[in-house]
Structures are given as structure tokens and as C-alpha cells.
């Protein structure tokens, strides 16, 4: 499962909607998250990955997941990009 | 005596009990172990302590501070439990053998350097989270006990030998009632960062940290600069009262805030502020500035690896001109070099570092570092009226040189499609007496002055006002001072320009009488003493202090004419 974002917030991915993408990821156990941007894949159950991505307003960014909850762990990240205003979805 | 002089620095007194603040050594040494597994436990140990210790720092800031300040706690707590971090640190123990604090550092390491290299600057701050992190682990693993500035949650004097820009940063208004430090002047990054967060603030109290014990009570005050260990009842009482009466003039003051600056008898002048970072603008804005008259772009340099990007200069600009909305906003190029010193330029260190290898003379010969400051404060220039100054110009050369590679940018700037402003006003500090003297030749070309008073005074003098034994020659009122300052604002009338005073005698309520009598246009000081300065001007008659910087032209000492100042208020 997989869907893509366009960042829209003016700071990029900052630390507050890192960490709440990080704490939902890490809700879902049986289930691996990642964030795919600028040729680079870095699980989405770390701050530090998702950080190093550097993003930026107007990058693209793909969440994946992978496992038994991969649908309710993608619709439940999707939340969090749409609330927090970081992204709107890239059709 | 309980009673300690040190150098008032920030106004204001306060009362409570002392925080000796100190910076422990994280010195790191690699060491083989025997049993890596027993490093590794200790390593999860100390990563549990410091989440225990973040949750209750988190849940406080959480109460008192708000959701917003919480959140920094938040993403720590998340770095401690991040296994890109934790996995690699366990592994690298296991692998080599090696302690856990040593293996530590060294992952934690490249995270920082990672941080520090990104093109964001929100990023790129993050490499300071990193680090505080990993000295939170790292206290517990070489059993060092620490409590950060920012952890302070009573309220206190923070005594400190000195004060880096990271601690002034951390330091809560709410808590820290005051601070005094060993070492430092009225000019020192912990002063002026005092007078921007309005604590009162006594520095350069030589002994004091071996004289206090944390929870001694004292009192700080930041007007006269003294500070009290101990003190009686009665002191106690005292100084409250002082406290009372300054708040009752603070109310004054506030009642000018957005008012002109107007003598007794009808002449305008402006009253703008010093500011290092973008964040200083709020207390401008506070006190009633009428510009930023300094805007000191160091600190943008200062504090980090590597030099800061267009990007990163172009935001910061940018942020405090459009927070000025509309009003001037003096920004001077990068003056670094000699005793300033930027690690990351790796510049020779230096005999006389005064009379060295330092501000337009570094940046007309590392145009690469200039250039790009000018293309940023160029790109900028398109949000409100920016100005430019060149400090220490020494020759009309000097400033004809700079001016050229602005121009060169500017127009390639133009010619990528960029915006950039038609009307920068082009000024250079007057802080050598070369220049000062010259002043007619240059007022020819340049749209201002503004003037340093003090490295001009530490020049005229032939004296290094940080070494003691010299610093009875730092003289605002010295007659020749006052003639150099005369001789560059007629310059600049002469021509129908305008002259700035940026140094400290410009919100000195001594030198404010003289400097509105020798017809200064623009003063510029800390933004917390634009209030009492407009105050005391529109008290003033300017022609009756034409007279009496006349008169002190003629003396012969500072002395005398501080006297004469003295005695118009007697």
C-alpha cells in the first residue's frame, strides 16, 4: 500500500508532525512503515529517518506500508499529514 | 561585605535565590571493555533514566509552558527510543569493544553532521537537538549531574562564570529572575541578550561564583550593578522598594511607546535599536523603536560548522525587515575576523587582533563569503527599506571597493529575475579616526554614517577597552572624541546626509544631551533604552544643548564635561 504527498507546509516536515508520524507508525506493530523521498527510504518508526530526509515545501513524499494493518496504518498516517497541514495528496 | 560591583548590564532588580549554573567537561575517551553486554545494559540504563527525566521535564514544560514549548521534549523522547540510533550504538559496543559513552558519541556524532548539512535552516537547528540529547545520555553514563538552563522550573539568579548563546537561549523569563556573570562586559553576547529577554542583569563580577553556593538569597541590580549575597531584612526591603519605583517609571516610559522622539523645543530625531537575531525585533517593536539601527549579522555566523548559505542570510533578513513593516532597518555586513573568531574560517591568530585582519578587510578579500551576504541583504531589500553599512572602512577605497561588488550583484541579480529594491541606502561605520577625519571626502559618496563609538574610541585612545589595566581611557566624553563626532556630522549636514550613533554612548543618558546638541540624526541602542532616552529628550531644549556641546568642544577632560552635563540636571 502506498500514496503520495506533496509537502505544503511552509518549514517542510519539522519535529512536531515527525513525531506524530513517528507515534502513529510505531501504533501499528505488526506492520512496517516507511517514507520514500528524494530516492531515499527510511522506515517511518524513526524520527531520526524521517528527519534525514530534509523535506521541504513542494517535495514529494510517499508513504508505504507493509504488513496485516498496512490499510489502517496508511489511512491513519494520511490523517496525520492532512491535519497537521503538512501535505495534501498527489494524485 | 555581602555587596559585590560588577558592570550593570541589563536593567532592573530582582530578588531570589541562586542557580549556580556550570558547564560540565564531556570529554571523551575510547576505551576497550571486557564485557561489551554490560556496557550495553549500562547503555539502555541511562537511555531509561534520561526518558524518565524528559517525561517529567516534558509533563511541566507541558503545564506551565503550553503544548508548543512541550513538544521539543516530545521529539527527544522519541530520539531516545528511535532504533536507527539506539540499534547502531548497541552494535558498534558489541562489534569493537568499545565503551558505551565513547560509541555513543560517535553515532550520535554523524547525525549532528548530518543535520548540519542540510539546506534547510529548520533543519539544520536540529542538529542542536541532537546534541542536547546525546549529553543528557551521556551525563548519565559518565555520571555527571547537570541541570540545563532550560530545565529550571523555580524561580532564580542564574550564576555563571559566563554565559554561552545556547544557555541565554534556554533561559525561561519566567523562572530566571536574573543573572550575574564572572566575566563580560556592557557589550558581551550575555548582556545585550539580557537587555533583549528585559532580566536584570549584573556582569563582570570577577569572584562571585566562588563567593555563592546554590540557594544563597541575592539580589541583583541591574541599575547600579550591584549584586548582594545574603542580604539583610532590611536590604531585602530596600531594594524592593527600589524595584516599586523603577516599575512605576518603567509605566512612565511605556506611556512614549508610540510616540515621535521630539525635544523640548520641536526637533525630531530617531530613536532605532541594536538587535543580533531576527527574534529581537518583538522588543523593538515593544519599546517603541523607530528603526533597527544595527542589525549585527555575526550571530548568523557564529554558533555553527560551517558558513551560512544565501538561503539561510536571505529568511533571517528578510524576517526582520518585514517585521519593521516599512520602518528603516540598518544592516551591517559581517564584522568578524581578529578577536571575533569563526572557527570554521580557520583564520591565523593574531598579535593585535584589533588592528588586524578583520571585518571589510576579511570580506574584500574572501569575497566568496561577502559576495553572498550582499546577494542575500540584496534579495532581501525588496521587503521594506534596507540599508547597508560597512564596518570598519578605513580608506575611501575600501568603500568604493565594497560598493562595486554590491552593484555586481545587484545587477546579477536583476539579470536572473530576481527583485531588488532601487532605493538601499549605502552607509559605512565611522569607528576609525581616519575615516572621522575624512569625513567630508566620504560624505560625498555614501548616503550615512553611523557611528561605532566603541571601537572609535578605542582607537582615538590608543586603549584595548577589554584589558583592565587600560580601561580608565575608554572615554565617551573625552573633548576629542566629542570634536570626531562633530567633524562627521557636519560632514554628512554639509553633504544632506544623515549620521547614526550605533555604540553604547548612544543610549547613555550623559552623552544623549551632548549628541542632540552636536545635532545627531539617528541614536541606536539597546531596545530597552529607547524608552527613557525619548523621555529624557523631550525634557531637552536641542538649541540650549547646541550650547553645551559648544561649550564642552572647548574643555579639557572627560571629566569636566561629564561635570557641565551633570550640572544641567542638578
Known amino acids: ?91 | 561585605m555581602n555587596k559585590i560591583s560588577g558592570i550593570a548590564a541589563s536593567a532592573g532588580i530582582a530578588v531570589a535565590r541562586a542557580f549556580i549554573l556550570e558547564h560540565p567537561d564531556y570529554t571523551i575517551t575510547k576505551t576497550a571493555v571486557q564485557d561489551a553486554e554490560a556496557e550495553v545494559a549500562k547503555l539502555n540504563d541511562a537511555l531509561a533514566k534520561s526518558k524518565a527525566e524528559l517525561q517529567v521535564i516534558k509533563e511541566r514544560t507541558l503545564a506551565e509552558l503550553g503544548e508548543k514549548k512541550a513538544e521539543i521534549f516530545e521529539s527527544h523522547l522519541l530520539i531516545l527510543d528511535d532504533p536507527e540510533l539506539i540499534n547502531p550504538v548497541a552494535d558498534k559496543i558489541r562489534e569493537e569493544s568499545v565503551n558505551a559513552d565513547y560509541a555513543l558519541n560517535e553515532v550520535a556524532g554523524q547525525f549532528i553532521e548530518m543535520f548540519e548539512n542540510m539546506k534547510s535552516a529548520y533543519l539544520q537547528e536540529r542538529a542542536a537537538d541532537m546534541r542536547d540529547v546525546t549529553k543528557r545520555v551521556l551525563n548519565h553514563l559518565l555520571g555527571i549531574h547537570y541541570v540545563s538552563p532550560a530545565e529550571i522550573s523555580e524561580e532564580v539568579i542564574v550564576i555563571a562564570l559566563d554565559l554561552t548563546p545556547s544557555d541565554t537561549a534556554q533561559l525561561n523569563r519566567k523562572f530566571v529572575k536574573g543573572f550575574t556573570t564572572n566575566i563580560g562586559g556592557r557589550t558581551s553576547h550575555s548582556a545585550i541578550m539580557a537587555r533583549s529577554l528585559e532580566i536584570p542583569a549584573v556582569v563582570g563580577t570577577k569572584d562571585i561564583l566562588s563567593r555563592v553556593k546554590s540557594g544563597d538569597l541575592i539580589i541583583v541590580d541591574g541599575l547600579n550593578g550591584d549584586v548582594l549575597i545574603n542580604p539583610s531584612e532590611a536590604e531585602v526591603a530596600e531594594y524592593t522598594k527600589m524595584q516599586e519605583a523603577y516599575d512605576l517609571q518603567i509605566a512612565e516610559w511605556k506611556k512614549l511607546r508610540d510616540e515621535p522622539t521630539v525635544s523640548a523645543d520641536g526637533k525630531h530625531v530617531e530613536l532605532a535599536a541594536n538587535i543580533g537575531t531576527p527574534n529581537d525585533v518583538n522588543g523593538v517593536i515593544e519599546n517603541g523603536g523607530e528603526g533597527v539601527g544595527l542589525y549585527r549579522t555575526e550571530f548568523l555566523y557564529m554558533g555553527r560548522d560551517k558558513l551560512p548559505s544565501e538561503e539561510i542570510q536571505y529568511n533571517a533578513y528578510r524576517t526582520v525587515i518585514e517585521n519593521m513593516k516599512g520602518k528603516p532597518v540598518v544592516v551591517r555586513t559581517l564584522d568578524i575576523g581578529g578577536d571575533k573568531e569563526l572557527p570554521y574560517l580557520d583564520l591565523p591568530k593574531e598579535m593585535n587582533p584589533f588592528l588586524g585582519f578583520r571585518a571589510i578587510r576579511l570580506c574584500l578579500d574572501r569575497q566568496d563569503i561577502f559576495r553572498t551576504q550582499l546577494r542575500a541583504l540584496l534579495r532581501a531589500s525588496a521587503h521594506g527599506d534596507l540599508r547597508i553599512m560597512f564596518p570598519m572602512i578605513a580608506t575611501l577605497g575600501e568603500f568604493r571597493a565594497a560598493r562595486d561588488l554590491l552593484l555586481e550583484e545587484k545587477e546579477k541579480l536583476r539579470g536572473e529575475g530576481h527583485e531588488v529594491s532601487d532605493s538601499i541606502q549605502l552607509g559605512i561605520m565611522v569607528e576609525i579616526p581616519s575615516t572621522a577625519v575624512l569625513a567630508d571626502q566620504f560624505a560625498k559618496e555614501v548616503d550615512f554614517f553611523s557611528i561605532g563609538t566603541n571601537d572609535l574610541i578605542q582607537y582615538t585612545m590608543a586603549a584595548d577597552r577589554m584589558n583592565e589595566r587600560v580601561s580608565y581611557l575608554y572615554q565617551p566624553y573625552n573633548p576629542a572624541i566629542l570634536r570626531l563626532i562633530k567633524i562627521v556630522i557636519d560632514a554628512a549636514h554639509a553633504e544632506g546626509k544623515w549620521t547614526g550613533m550605533c555604540g553604547e554612548m548612544a543610549g547613555d543618558s550623559t552623552a544623549i544631551p551632548l549628541l542632540l546638541g552636536l545635532g545627531l540624526d539617528e541614536f541606536s541602542m539597546s531596545a530597552t533604552s529607547i524608552l527613557p532616552a525619548r523621555s529624557q529628550i523631550s525634557k531637552l531644549s536641542a538649541a540650549d544643548m547646541k550650547e553645551l556641546a559648544a561649550k564642552a568642544l572647548q574643555m579639557g577632560t572627560a571629566e569636566e564635561v561629564a561635570a557641565l552635563v551633570h550640572s544641567i540636571n542638578a
Open chain 1, 1 to 91: 500500500m502506498q500514496k503520495t504527498f506533496r509537502i505544503i507546509d511552509e518549514d517542510g516536515i519539522h519535529a512536531r508532525p515527525a513525531t506524530a508520524l513517528v507515534n502513529t507508525a510505531t501504533k501499528f506493530k505488526g506492520t512496517e512503515a516507511y517514507a520514500e523521498a528524494k530516492g531515499k527510504k527510511v522506515t517511518l518508526k524513526s524520527i531520526l529517518g524521517v528527519l534525514s530526509l530534509g523535506l521541504e515545501a513542494g517535495d514529494t513524499l510517499t508513504l508505504i506500508t507493509e504488513g496485516s494493518e498496512e490499510v489502517e496504518a496508511l489511512s491513519a498516517l494520511q490523517e496525520v499529514m492532512i491535519k497537521e497541514g503538512l501535505g495534501e495528496l498527489h494524485e
